[in-house]
């Protein structure tokens, strides 16, 4: 095998792999086993990739997860023996795994009964019934905070490596219902009078 071809396949290896989102059914992910993960619980392969593309949680692993008081479940989910960053999801146990989006370094928390779920790259809101209540149809959005959400269209994620953020595109905000109640404005204007 010539040195071109090594580095090529030994950088293949070395890049990081993203799990497959619940949303994005994926049809080369069907088989695919992951590993759960809650405070002080670890759980090998409780969930594969279905039909669908979508994780599944082992029956087995139900009863087993840690549920709050509300009955929903957080649950990070990585690729069995990748070391990726992983994609939380909440669960009733009765249900889909539902992902939403990181917030210091755990699950979105629900604000105004809502919390930021990802869908086809998008990202919507979804209500504590694990329902998508708001489209998914933003490029960018942030936890609702005094019944608001920031939220834009043809923004970009932007990475420091501990922290991340969107810019560009243009920005307005929402209610909890998903009624536009701030329009929406281009990120050099919107960046002035935040």
Same mark, same amino acid.
């Given at each position: 095998?010539s ?5 090529i396949?030994?950088? !293949?290896l ?5 799990? %497959?989102a ?11 086993v !992951?590993d759960?993960w809650q &405070?002080?619980?670890i !759980? +090998?392969q409780c969930?594969v990739?279905?039909?669908?593309g979508? &994780?599944h949680l082992?029956p087995a ?10 009955g929903?479940? &957080?649950?990070l989910l990585? @690729?069995t023996? +990748? +070391? @990726?960053r992983g994609?939380?999801y909440y ?7 539902v992902?939403v ?8 928390? !629900? @604000?105004d009964g809502r919390a930021?779920?990802r869908v ?7 209500d504590r019934?694990l329902?998508l %209540?708001?489209?998914a149809v933003?490029?960018?959005a942030? &936890?609702?905070e005094?019944?608001?959400? %920031? ?7 932007v990475s420091?490596g501990s922290?991340?953020?969107y ?9 909890p219902r998903g009624r536009?109640v701030?329009?929406f ?5 919107? +960046?002035?009078i935040?």
């Amino acid at each position: 095998m010539s040195d071109v071809l090594k580095l090529i396949v030994l950088a !293949f290896l070395l890049l990081p792999l993203d799990p %497959v989102a619940a949303a994005d059914p994926n049809e080369d992910a069907r088989g695919v086993v !992951f590993d759960c993960w809650q &405070p002080e619980l670890i !759980f +090998k392969q409780c969930a594969v990739a279905g039909p669908d593309g979508r &994780p599944h949680l082992t029956p087995a692993y139900v009863p087993r997860l840690q549920y709050r008081p509300d009955g929903l479940a &957080p649950v990070l989910l990585s @690729v069995t023996g +990748k +070391k @990726v960053r992983g994609q939380w999801y909440y669960t009733r146990g009765d249900g889909p795994l539902v992902p939403v989006e990181r917030y210091d370094n755990g699950p979105d928390d !629900f @604000v105004d009964g809502r919390a930021r779920s990802r869908v086809g790259g998008k990202v919507g809101y979804i209500d504590r019934n694990l329902d998508l %209540v708001i489209p998914a149809v933003y490029d960018g959005a942030y &936890p609702f905070e005094k019944g608001v959400a %920031v939220v834009c269209l043809a923004c970009t994620l932007v990475s420091d490596g501990s922290h991340s953020w969107y810019e560009g595109g243009e920005w307005g905000r929402i209610d909890p219902r998903g009624r536009v109640v701030a329009p929406f404005q281009p990120w050099e204007v919107w +960046k002035t009078i935040r």
